[in-house]
């Protein structure tokens, strides 16, 4: 048969009289059984007591001042998932082996040419205008020991343009303009006199980059490790290298001041050591 058996409290406790097995159960009449229950209702109010002041301590000891946490402080203090958590840690790994990063030639050349207007020469400067009548022909030269290169477009996040006061106009599909190099000009300063008509021919494709914000880039996650890949392919270009290229853009129009400041908005030759 079933038997009923309170919970027991510890042998410490006050237990005159109390032997739960010897005594039959089912009788709520009698007295030993009745006093086990005062005892655990006792008990019960004691514990509810002792959370009650413990729970009271607990709010005197918090610091007045300080305000709850709002969802919005709860949010910033869980740790930022990043998109590339191992970037840092290469960073680190590369500064502490002493390995170089890319550097950053600045061109020597900027001009337009309109196959609209196809004789006007246009001079040299920081005004970038792309659209499908409109290249960029770009030179630039360098001397390094550094051997191999790579053309990018760099374009900084929105939030670091706008405090450099920069910017940039765009329409059209701008994630894949070309860039093709083409036959060294025999004379450099030729360039200066250069029109659409006149411009050095296309030798080859060197590959296509992307001028997609990098905010926008970052938004994305299904482009994560993007950087990793380099915009055109690698290409030699040991000590005395001059290279002229042609940005084309087909489908868009792109208009901004590539100037040599922070943050990089532009069209850069990058040299790896
Ligand atoms: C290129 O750099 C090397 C080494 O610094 C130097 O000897 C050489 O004269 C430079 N060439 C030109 C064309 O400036
Ligand atoms: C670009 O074309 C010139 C020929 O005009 C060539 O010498 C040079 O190696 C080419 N550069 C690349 C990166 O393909
Ligand atoms: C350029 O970047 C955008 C996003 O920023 C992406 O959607 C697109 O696929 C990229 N295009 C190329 C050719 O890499």
């Known amino acids: 048969m079933a038997k009923y058996a309170p919970l027991m409290s510890g ?41 009650a002041a ?43 082996m002493r390995f170089k990063f890319p550097r950053m030639v600045f061109p020597m050349f900027i001009a337009r040419a309109n196959a609209a207007a196809p004789d006007e020469v246009y001079e040299s400067g920081s005004s970038v205008v792309l659209s499908p009548t409109d290249s960029m022909i770009y030179h630039w030269r360098t001397n390094s020991s550094w051997p191999k290169c790579y053309l990018t477009a760099w374009v900084s996040p929105a939030e670091e343009l706008d405090a ?57 996650g299904y482009l994560d490790a993007q950087e990793l ?9 040991p000590g005395d290298t001059e290279i002229t290229v042609e940005v084309v853009c087909a489908s868009c129009r792109l208009e901004f001041e590539q100037v040599f400041s922070m943050p990089p908005l532009g069209f850069e030759l990058m040299q790896l050591a």
């Not at 109390?18 to 004691?46: C, D, G, H, Q, W």
């Not at 060197?206 to 914000?213: A, E, Q």
Request: charged residues 25%.
């Open 54 to 96: 413990f729970h009271l301590n607990v709010l005197s000891m918090a610091p007045q001042r300080e305000a709850l946490l709002r969802p919005k402080d709860v949010e910033s203090s869980f740790r930022i998932a990043r998109p590339s958590p191992n970037l840092d840690k290469g960073h680190e790994t590369m500064r502490k």
């Open 11 to 51: 042998p410490s406790d006050d237990d005159a009289g109390y032997e739960v097995e010897s005594k039959p159960n089912f009788e709520p009449s009698s007295t030993s059984s009745r006093y086990p229950m005062l005892l655990s209702v006792l008990m019960a109010l004691i514990a509810i007591a002792a959370a």
């Open 164 to 220: 450099g006061h920069k910017s940039y106009k765009s329409g059209g599909d701008v994630t894949a303009l070309e860039i093709w190099n083409l036959s060294s000009p025999a004379d450099r300063n030729s360039l200066k006199t250069m029109s659409w008509n006149t411009r050095p021919g296309r030798v080859s494709l060197l590959g296509t980059v992307n001028f997609t914000s990098r905010s926008t880039q970052n938004r994305l």
């Open 229 to 237: 890949k380099a915009p055109t392919p690698r290409f030699d270009c």
